[in-house]
């Protein structure tokens, strides 16, 4: 069962596989968006589910380390960079969104938006975090940066997925169901990781976020 599953994700098609289905929401917009289906409030529509999907796609970047220890299968990490990659796509999504159609390029208006409604304040923070985080996805920025730094820098992620929660929190109105149960999913997630460091021993030889993120082209 192990070694079909370690042989599906070793696959050449498993990328592509990966690839497509992260890109398989914004055909769906586009699908919709074509089909004139957007509802009557397309702007809406979109913020919501590209907000969705980033806060999703972060969530399932996250997974990816807990995965591959219980499950005992370290090649899911082939697929972790590729995944918040795509989580940083949708969130600019979701900013352009906002920036153009929402306030039609006022950004005067869109500052004080963000300094006066909190929801907009702790959003823009996930933002701003995760654009670091995506420029020094790349090998070269892993050799430059050294291991341990470049690891500390990405923890940020968890910072970012929890001002996304925060963010959905604060937006939502009444139900509140949604956005309790993402923050829920990051808890475990950030309990894991805290877990898994603290009961780990330290190796001897640390190994490097290049040796573990063989996915880079
Ligand atoms: C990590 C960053 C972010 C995440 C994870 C995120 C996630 C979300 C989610 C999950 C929703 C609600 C979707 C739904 O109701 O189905 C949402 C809505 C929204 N987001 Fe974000 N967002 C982020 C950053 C931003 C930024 C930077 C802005 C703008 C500066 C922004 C503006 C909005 C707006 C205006 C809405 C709709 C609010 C409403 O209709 O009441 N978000 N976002």
């Known amino acids: 069962m192990r070694d079909s599953l370690r042989q599906i ?29 957007l509802t009557a409030n397309p702007v809406e529509f ?45 969130v600019c999504l979701h900013f352009l969104t906002y920036i153009g159609p929402d306030q039609a390029f006022n950004f ?10 909190p929801f907009i304040t702790v959003g823009f923070l996930g933002f701003v975090l995760l654009i670091p985080l995506a420029l020094t996805s790349t090998r070269g920025w892993i050799r430059r940066l050294g291991g341990k730094r470049w690891q ?6 968890y910072v970012s997925a929890l001002c996304g929660v925060v963010h959905y929190y604060w937006l939502v109105k009444s139900d509140h169901r949604l956005p309790l149960l993402y923050g829920a999913i990051l808890a475990v997630l ?14 001897a030889v640390a190994v490097s976020p290049v040796q573990q993120t063989n996915h880079v082209p």
């Not at 696959?11 to 929401?25: I, T």
């Not at 005067?108 to 409604?117: A, N, P």
């Open 9 to 37: 994700l070793l696959s050449r098609w498993s990328k592509p596989a990966v690839f497509l289905l992260c890109l398989s929401p914004l055909a769906f917009l586009g699908w919709r968006a074509f089909h004139a289906d």
């Open 46 to 90: 979109v913020q919501h589910f590209t907000g969705d999907w980033t806060l999703r796609l972060l969530l399932i970047t996250l997974s990816i380390t807990p995965l591959r220890k219980l499950l005992n299968v370290p090649d899911l990490i082939r697929f972790r960079r590729m995944l918040g990659l795509f989580a940083f796509f949708y």
């Open 108 to 117: 005067g208006g869109m500052w004080k938006d963000v300094e006066k409604r």
């Open 152 to 157: 500390a820098l990405h923890r940020f992620v």
């Open 190 to 203: 950030l309990l894991f990781r805290l877990g898994s460091s603290l009961l780990k021993p330290r190796p």
